[in-house]
């Protein structure tokens, strides 16, 4: 890092909190605080609900899991577009219908105040989790970075977005996600471009594309049906529409963005374009990340690229054991590197045969380099004892610090801060939305004025924030952070979409019944995940969910009946 780097990365933060704080000043009744006056155009919406679902996890994690796993984590937004337009006919008239500040709001017009509590408490613990994620990812960064402590670099990150999401709530968070995204996409774009510059000469971007599919990294679709794969076209189709459902029909962090529009029509549109742009946007951040599996192909990476990690097992006793793997690996890259060229050579010239063998080469070198990988790593959790040695989320950081030109880098440190900074954002004002309305002024203080709510709003803001600043520190346990982000969703979205379709579409059960087959159906959801994990995909806990509380709903509800009538 130069004095250039420093100077973008913290007047780019600085820009952000001061602009959306200074913008969004002055809200005095809850309506502006919670819902911006719902004034928001449709374009805004979209970007509003893009924006919080990109968090820092995504810009960080995602091309790190391209790197490793290729491009077939696309498949998991499938489901997205189809969940969209569900939502557009279905969601958005009622809730605007309805005048809700919140999703669970409307579950006590249709049940009643337990179900709505039941269904609020899964959500604040579903969030309140997440948002300890999306603020540990850039804390990590910046810790490594500055050798501070974690604990230092997470409140730092946290402080800077209470400044402006407590002052303005959501005004504040809407304000500041515009210019957030572009930040962030031009960024990405920018990085994606220097990997493919600094490729040997003649590699074009379709000539990288093709290196990367003979490889194995283009394997964008698995037609295979898996219940144990967590990524092919039908778990993303059915799991991902089933999660997305939830997402955004059942998630307070994006209903409030879409409550935002200034009429059905613009909610509607909003997210009609966050659900055909979304895709596209993932597709270009895995691009990104094959583009720096392709560049490391060329120039050799790190053997481990957790540095910081590698870093304090070197100052062991088992420094000597990691020097000789790192030698071993340095010469098994030089020799790839050769088939590598000689297959690029291949590939330009369309060359069948010669790529065969090359890829057949290469193939014996990769399992080389990965039982290489895997004694660093094994000696690394020794010399460290209860370390985290899966090193996906460093991979792109890594590639930004040492490859970048000053400058970009703290760019590319912004875009990470500003997406780690959206999301929680939104986060936030979700959160202090659903404790305010759905908790404390339903169940504890009904009868104060405006004023009261507003602050009562900022001091859970503020509440929540502190929360996720203390889960964040048990958040470096994960193998994966786009992975874990989405595996904590999938606990509580089948159930919470459950409750919710029950409500939409099945008038006939009533709130008792879908109080206990929520309860139950959370319970399933845990025990699948604590024992049977390796043999459930987590996106299917959605539809899991979702179907235990619907089919338990009916079967309660006819038992409750049959009972009545007897009596």
Not at 34 to 49: D, E, K, M, Y
Not at 245 to 251: C, I, K, N, P, R
Not at 511 to 534: D, G, Q, W
């Amino acid at each position: 890092m130069r004095p250039v780097d420093w100077v973008v990365l913290f007047g780019t933060l600085a820009s952000i909190v001061a602009y959306g704080t200074w913008k969004s000043r002055g809200s005095k009744n809850i309506q502006a605080y919670l819902l911006g006056n719902q004034t928001l155009p449709w374009w805004s919406v979209g970007i509003s609900i893009m924006a919080t679902q990109a968090s820092a996890v995504t810009f960080l994690s995602t091309p790190g899991q391209a790197y490793e796993d290729g491009m077939r984590f696309l498949q998991f937004y499938f489901g997205l577009p189809l969940a969209m337009v569900i939502l557009s006919i279905t969601a958005v008239p009622l809730y605007h219908k309805l005048k809700v500040y919140t999703a669970y709001e409307y579950l006590e017009t249709r049940f009643d105040l337990k179900v709505r509590s039941l269904a609020a408490f899964f959500f604040l613990m579903l969030r309140g989790i997440s948002v300890g994620i999306t603020l540990y990812a850039p804390a990590l960064i910046l810790s490594a970075i500055l050798g501070w402590n974690i604990h230092v670099t997470t409140i730092f990150i946290g402080f800077l977005v209470l400044i402006y999401t407590v002052s303005g709530g959501t005004a504040a968070v809407t304000i500041t996600q515009k210019y957030q995204l572009s930040i962030i996409m031009a960024g990405m774009i920018i990085a994606g471009l220097v990997a493919f510059r600094k490729l040997p000469a003649g590699i074009s971007f379709s000539d990288a594309f093709a290196m990367a599919g003979e490889m194995g990294k283009l394997n964008l679709v698995n037609l295979s049906f898996d219940l144990t794969d967590r990524y092919n076209i039908w778990s993303g189709l059915i799991g991902g529409l089933f999660l997305f459902l939830s997402y955004f029909g059942a998630d307070q962090s994006q209903v409030g963005r879409y409550l935002g529009g200034k009429s059905i029509a613009e909610s509607r549109l909003g997210l009609i374009f966050n659900g055909l742009l979304k895709i596209p946007m993932q597709f270009i951040i895995l691009y990104i990340g094959i583009l720096v599996f392709v560049f490391y192909q060329f120039h050799q990476p790190p053997v481990f690229h957790n540095l910081p990690l590698k870093e304090k097992a070197m100052n062991t006793g088992y420094a000597k054991d990691i020097d000789r793997l790192e030698r071993d690996y340095g010469k098994a890259f030089e020799a790839k590197k050769q088939n590598m060229e000689s297959l690029a050579r291949a590939v330009k010239s369309n060359d069948a045969n010669q790529i065969e063998v090359d890829k057949k080469k290469i193939k014996e070198i990769q399992r080389s380099e990965t039982g290489i990988r895997d004694q660093v790593k094994a000696t690394i959790a020794k010399a460290v004892p209860g370390s985290n040695t899966s090193d996906k989320d460093y991979v792109f950081i890594n590639f930004v610090m040492h490859y970048l030109p000053h400058g970009l880098i703290g760019l590319l440190l912004a875009v990470v801060f500003s997406a780690a900074m959206s999301s929680m954002a939104s986060e936030l004002n979700s959160l202090a939305s659903t404790t305010a309305v759905d908790i404390y002024k339903r169940s504890i203080h009904g009868n104060g004025d405006e004023l009261h709510y507003v602050r009562a709003s900022k001091i859970f803001t503020a509440g929540w924030a502190v929360f996720g600043m203390l889960f964040a520190s048990i958040a470096n346990q994960a193998e994966n952070l786009i992975q874990f982000v989405n595996i904590i969703g999938s606990l509580f979205y089948g159930t919470l979409l459950g409750i919710f379709v029950s409500a939409f579409y099945i008038k006939y059960v009533k709130s008792t019944a879908v109080f206990y087959s929520a309860i139950v159906a959370e319970m399933v959801i845990l025990y699948l995940y604590v024992f049977k994990r390796t043999e459930v995909a987590f996106l299917l806990y959605n539809i899991i969910g979702c179907g235990v509380v619907v089919i338990l709903s009916l079967a309660f509800q006819a038992v409750q009946n049959q009972v009545s009538r007897q009596g």
